[in-house]
């Protein structure tokens, strides 16, 4: 059974600051990671997805890794700004779940002015 | 021009009515999901639906069923409504989820807040 965990649960950073957004899963045969931004009434939108055979993704500020075989992934977010503050949720996609995501439980994020 | 649009925004009901959520997607989509979102922030997959199969997670009471008008909408129907449904539940779509060609992204509608008194 695929389970996805986050750490931390919750994040308070002053703005500008680099910071690391963490993700394990525990079952390494996976399809791909996607990483969300959820905004309060706004529902999720995808942020990163990185296929099992890559890496990492880049987009603008945000840089994802891969990790397959120690099952972990990271966010990482340069030159944070209060408009980042949001919960980022990654989630997998494995053969064993049916071919459906699995989410972690979120970092919620609050970058301070 | 909403890519994933479910209505409604809130739901508030009391204890063993039926009520449904509506899901529209205008992305042209084959592939449509239900999520529920629970008090600690979890997703967990209700349902996946094409046209060719309906996936359930074993875990969805059936109370809850999905319904297809066509392959735009996805509906979800609940019956005889618990406390503990309440949560927050999510529409989503993606192009295709055949088990060939995964890693095709999601779109997520901005959610529907159901509360049972």
């Known amino acids: 059974k695929q389970e996805v965990t986050q750490i931390p649960a919750a994040l308070s950073v002053p703005e500008g600051e680099n910071l690391v957004l963490n993700c394990s899963f525990t079952?390494?045969?996976?399809?791909?990671l996607q990483w969300f931004r959820q905004d309060p009434g706004k529902g999720l939108t995808s942020l990163l997805l990185?296929?099992?055979?890559?890496r990492e993704q880049t987009s603008g500020r945000l840089n994802a890794s891969l990790d397959k075989s120690s099952g972990r992934s990271t966010l990482y977010i340069a030159a944070s700004q209060p408009g980042d503050s949001a919960t980022y949720l990654c989630a997998v996609e494995s053969p064993h779940a049916g071919n459906m995501l699995t989410f972690g439980g979120g970092t919620r994020l609050m970058v301070k002015p | 021009d909403t890519a994933v649009s479910q209505t409604p925004k809130y739901l508030v009901t009391q204890m063993g009515n039926d009520k449904s959520i509506k899901c529209e997607q205008n992305l042209g989509h084959d592939t449509m999901y239900w999520y529920k979102q629970d008090s600690k922030k979890f997703l967990k997959i209700m349902f996946s639906y094409n046209n060719k199969e309906l996936i359930i997670n074993e875990t969805v009471p059936n109370r809850f069923s999905p319904k297809s008008p066509d392959k735009a909408h996805l509906n979800l129907h609940i019956n005889s409504l618990e406390l503990g449904d309440s949560a927050v539940y999510f529409c989503a779509s993606s192009q295709d989820r055949d088990s060939e060609t995964t890693n095709e992204k999601l779109f997520f509608g901005s959610g529907t807040q159901l509360s049972v008194l």
């Open positions: 079952d390494s045969a996976i399809y791909n």
């Open positions: 990185i296929q099992s055979s890559q």
